[in-house]
């Protein structure tokens, strides 16, 4: 048992799920990547790792759409339309390899697959603000819209630090930004931007992977803002879920992170009430 | 299931601030209380940036009186003579429950090459005792396949260098050398236990989390709810740790 005072712990320690909490993570990927090979990584692959857990929503953007952009973002597509109740996809947005006009018209013509926009700026060494992405930030704005960034400040980021968050959240404060991995590292400033703009969201994937930036996240900022992510296929649902249900909090904030903030955000698409149980819409 | 941890470090470190650091081998047992891990082996942060001698000592005394842990003591060329000789160290292991060496040639100033460690890697394949080695953190692959080319008979435990998935950096070690294992606290690739298994049996993994720098429960759910029997979970978990242990020759 991972620990006695948590009847959550109990649970998905004895099943590896708790159907009176479903899972939204807000941080997956699909597909093969160059480095490592991933045994689970197609989509079918991936539902099943999401059924052992209760993943009921797995928000992603594919690494072929993100770093092989002559594909034009197909495999994700082609997933969320098998599996729209299961999958949405984020657009990958990168500035080395964007074409305007067909970009545009592949991200709005698709709006039943994407909830918003994925960018790596330390990957691609183009910064968040980079003018070549403010049509489809303008756009993002009008739709209100996610926009999942990798933020990562160690060493200091010239392209998804703080400062650069900043600037984007004060310049569009309809697009709710999820900091990936809540600039990781940079504990201090991740307190301070959530805390300070209401449109920017903390991501826990890599976050969990050690002892005590959760806590601390936690006790400056509380649990509502706080979403649950893992990277997933590459990293193990059960291992991000674990970390939580060892972390110091109670339940209630636990079912936030897991699926109560995320629902949250989420109500606002059309397709959401149809693949969200009503129980925990209604209930909540 | 009994959890037996492969990795388990604390004291105080020097040269990086832990958010929750984890000082002293109290807390240590406390904390495996609370999370179900019955037995663990054991190192101190001491071990790594400040000193050989006295941190080996340091973990010495803190499982001398326990009954459910075990410590691992850095090793280093005998040319110095700081360390116990090859002749009294199997003496000196067994009276102070050590039951593994690890090798950290980057924080301890020689090179990994089989030639300044000969007499320890000597007694290490005759005494069948365990060494840790961490991929990354100044060993690479190549190093190690040197050593192994040279002393097949080692008994090595290796963990990843980092969480990134590693499967192309593991398996071959595994295949490989038949006394290679792999401690899963870096692995936490998705559906990649259920794959190791399959690829090389439950026989060559060791259950580890890490713990101070992480939380326990993430490998342990993970494992818990791994697509494998029950009987491969055990081994997992603990008995292959301990089948280790109780294979070391601390009389020969």
Known sequence: ?284 | MEFFDCNILYGMAATKCNLMPVRDVASVLTNMKQSGITKALVRREEQFVGAVVIGNQLVANDVKGTHNLWGVWSIIPHYTHEIPEPEMMLAQMKANRIAAWQLIPSMHGFPLHYRPLKPWLNLASKAAIPIIIKLGSGIVDTELYDILEKFPDLVIIFSAESVWPSDRAVRPLLMEFPNCYFELSQYLTDGGIEELVKFCGAQKLLFGTGFHETHFGGIMLMLKHAQISETDKQLIASKNIIKLIEGIKYDS
Not at chain 1, 62 to 84: E, H, W
Not at chain 1, 145 to 171: I, R
Not at chain 1, 193 to 221: F, I, S
């Open chain 1, 1 to 284: 048992m991972i620990r006695n005072d948590s009847q959550l712990a109990k649970t998905f320690w004895q099943y590896g799920r708790d159907e009176t909490c479903p899972i939204i993570d807000f941080h997956g990927h699909m597909g093969e990547f160059r480095c490592c090979f991933l045994p689970r990584s197609t989509p079918e692959t991936m539902l099943k790792t999401m059924e052992q857990c209760n993943l009921q929503l797995l928000l992603f953007c594919g690494t072929d759409s993100l770093m092989m952009p002559c594909l034009r973002q197909q495999n994700d597509i082609d997933a969320v339309r098998k599996y729209p109740d299961r999958f949405k996809a984020y657009f990958a947005l990168n500035a080395n390899a964007l074409d305007e006009k067909a970009d545009m018209a592949l991200f709005t013509k698709n709006r039943d697959v994407f909830v918003g926009i994925k960018m790596l700026p330390d990957y691609f060494k183009r910064p968040i603000n980079d003018c070549k992405y403010q049509p489809f930030y303008e756009y993002a704005n009008d739709q209100q819209l996610l926009f999942l960034c990798h933020t990562w400040d160690n060493p200091k980021s010239p392209y998804n630090g703080p400062d650069q968050a900043e600037e984007f959240v004060q310049k569009y404060p309809n697009i709710t930004f999820i900091a990936g991995h809540s600039f990781h590292n940079n504990w201090s400033e991740a307190v301070r931007l959530c805390n300070t703009y209401p449109n920017l969201y903390l991501e826990l994937t890599a976050v969990v992977d050690e002892r005590g930036p959760l806590e601390m996240l936690l006790e400056k900022c509380g649990s509502e803002k706080i979403l649950f992510g893992t990277d997933l296929p590459w990293f193990d649902t059960h291992h991000g879920i674990g970390t939580i249900l060892s972390t110091d909090m109670s339940d209630d904030d636990r079912r936030n992170i897991f699926y109560r903030n995320g629902q949250k955000l989420l109500a606002k698409y059309p397709w959401f009430k149809n693949i969200w149980p009503k129980k925990f819409s209604t209930s909540e």
